[in-house]
């Protein structure tokens, strides 16, 4: 298995420009996570789905942010427009779970490491 | 709310111990753990469920204490491969991790 796939591994872009992440799940895992780590916030989750469906997006720091998952192999999350302070590296992370705790773990991707400057 | 992990970081030589804690303000489901190496992604070491039952992966290994809603992840005779920064992720609702701030830990030869 290729494991979870990002795209792109690195992103710079100039403040008000759209920024789109992309994610590839491992096949036949029906939870994908959205994760922002930085110094300051540490590892943060941002948004999760569940058989495509998003669940929880409480952690989405505002508007600008948005994620969808159009299929079971593909998710994006785009940030329009972008801000310095949304530099990051955000990693998407996918799992199976069985329908009852414990849950299983969690298959993080490289990341893409985002500068917006 | 966020798992508080201690010491938030821990220079050892090879073949010292060492113990990272997780604790909770919340009742948890499980508790995972995560060594994420610079410039890598997080990946996963172990589960621990309710119960207290420890868990082992090499000389890794760890404790879940459910009345005190901690964790804690013991590293014995430690080798240079495990440098890196450990982070807790506890299971409050289903399969969704809050993580800790990450404890780094260093180990010179």
């Known amino acids: 298995d290729a494991g979870v796939i990002q795209s792109p591994r690195h992103e710079v872009t100039e403040m008000g420009q759209e920024v789109t992440l992309r994610c590839k799940p491992i096949s036949g895992h029906d939870y994908l996570f959205w994760y922002r780590q930085t110094m300051m916030r540490g590892l943060e989750l941002l948004i999760y789905f569940n058989n495509n469906v998003p669940i929880d997006d409480s952690g989405m720091p505002e508007d600008r942010f948005s994620a969808k998952m159009p299929n079971a192999s593909f998710s994006t999350l785009k940030i329009q427009p972008s801000e310095p302070r949304d530099s990051a590296v955000y990693f998407c992370?996918?799992?199976?779970?069985?329908?009852?705790?414990?849950?299983?773990?969690?298959?993080f991707g490289p990341g893409t490491r985002l500068t917006v400057t | 709310q966020q798992p508080v992990q201690s010491p938030q970081a821990v220079i050892l030589r090879e073949g010292e111990d060492a113990v990272i804690n997780c604790s909770s303000s919340?009742?948890?489901?499980?508790v995972h753990w995560y060594r994420q190496k610079h410039g890598e992604a997080p990946v996963f070491l172990m589960i621990?469920?309710?119960?207290?039952e420890q868990k082992g992966h090499e000389k890794i290994s760890a404790s879940f204490n459910e009345k005190k809603q901690q964790s804690s992840l013991y590293l014995t005779a430690s080798q240079l491969s495990y440098s890196g920064t450990y982070f807790c992720g506890t299971e409050t609702t289903g399969n969704m991790l809050t993580f800790g701030g990450g404890t780094r830990l260093m180990v010179k030869p």
């Open positions: 992370a996918s799992s199976f779970y069985p329908g009852h705790s414990p849950a299983y773990e969690q298959y």
């Open positions: 621990l469920l309710k119960g207290g």
């Open positions: 919340k009742a948890l489901y499980s």
